[in-house]
């Protein structure tokens, strides 16, 4: 498949970003150190798919990216405590209203026993008074009683007369004396219905005061984590609006890296048509030197072919860096610019300033700095098995070999993270006739 039909199909597969499953915590939790290895195990694959998936892509755009997809996580639990200081504020503002009604109504039961206690006491003062009286009018008329006021009579009308009077100040007294008691009952039970009243108006304005403290404390709480939410929504605004502006340049970039790609394959795909010439040229030569020596009667010996011996791809080049394979061949959804991309090579996974060497003899026809691959060596193989192979370094902290031919094994330069990478590796791609294609095949 040509550069340009990767490019279209490149840009066929625009999807949606998707969110990064439980944002690769790149550590364990607390409870985590009690268990085995497994979750240690589990978090370090996770942070590989993540470097796998954002190969090609800046260091700044996946920084930005997973802040934003970080603001992203906090903000529901944000919103969840918003939600419950606002409930816990207005429980307590209801609390603060309901003790306050139920002061107000305590306070209006003790006004009415007091006002009820002094009308009680006012009563119970006259009905005094008119006992002190009598007993005193009694007193200074001798006190009589009802036999002696009746046999005072002079006649038997005035006795009944006499006799009626008598029964009506008993009565009067009578009355007068349970009228004072049942004041002084009264009296006594409203006393205590308002040491009641008044021992709840105290209580009730101790929970008042209480009740205030906690409304207003639930308030700021309440202000605090709403204040929370609104720092995180803005902080998600900026950052959204950040991740988007890096995206389009991120995605300028990336078209830039393709015309360089282009530009590449147009040099390998003439590398190649003048390998093929050369090796054509050289065939005919030797065939003309063989027919020269039968014609002479001569046997005619041809010299040693290069690395290009016979046979499958497979072994051909040797492993460009002593390392294990981390990351393969393949077509993957990054999921900050939600582009699919093809990762047109490998990675082995080693640290920066680990030496790099030539995986076959052969020419370097371009070296340096070169967009998304950072510091990058091309080496031109010439015709192999039928095709014009070519090889590149790329991320490489510093260029050893920058130009002219190099024999396997020799040392071109070491590895890095140049340009768009997200740690320390070699990136290795193998190009045939200016296509990219799959190095496992070659190695």
Known sequence: MSTRAQSARWRRYAATPVALACLLSFGLAPH????????????????QLLQDQVEGTSAELVTAYLALKDAQAKLPAAQATLAQAQAAAQAAAKRNAEIGVALQVAKANEARATERLAVNAASLDETQ????AFAADMFQGGGDSQLSIALGATSPD?????????????AMTNEAIGRLASSRADGEATKAYLNAVKAEVEDLKRQAESALVAANAAKATAQQAKDAVDALVATHAQLAADVEARKANELKLLAQAEAEQERLRLVLVEEARKAREAEAARVA?????????????????????????PGAKGGFLNYPANAPITSGYAWRLNPVTGVYQLHAGIDFGISCGTPVYATATGTVIQSGMFYSYGNRIVISHGIVRGVGLATTYNHLSRIVVASGPVVRGQLIGYSGTTGHSTGC??????????????????I
């Open 32 to 47: 985590a150190a009690a268990d085995t290895g497994d979750d240690k195990d589990r978090a370090d694959k996770q942070v």
């Open 129 to 132: 008074r008119d006992l002190d």
């Open 158 to 170: 005035d006795f009944a007369t006499r006799l009626v009077l008598a029964d009506t100040v008993t």
């Open 285 to 309: 030569a030797e065939a003309k030197k063989a027919a020269e020596a039968a014609a002479a009667n001569k046997t005619y010996t041809p010299p040693p072919k290069s690395d290009a011996a």
């Open 425 to 442: 590796h070699l990136h290795f791609e193998t190009v045939e006739d200016g296509v990219r294609t799959n190095p496992i095949a070659w």
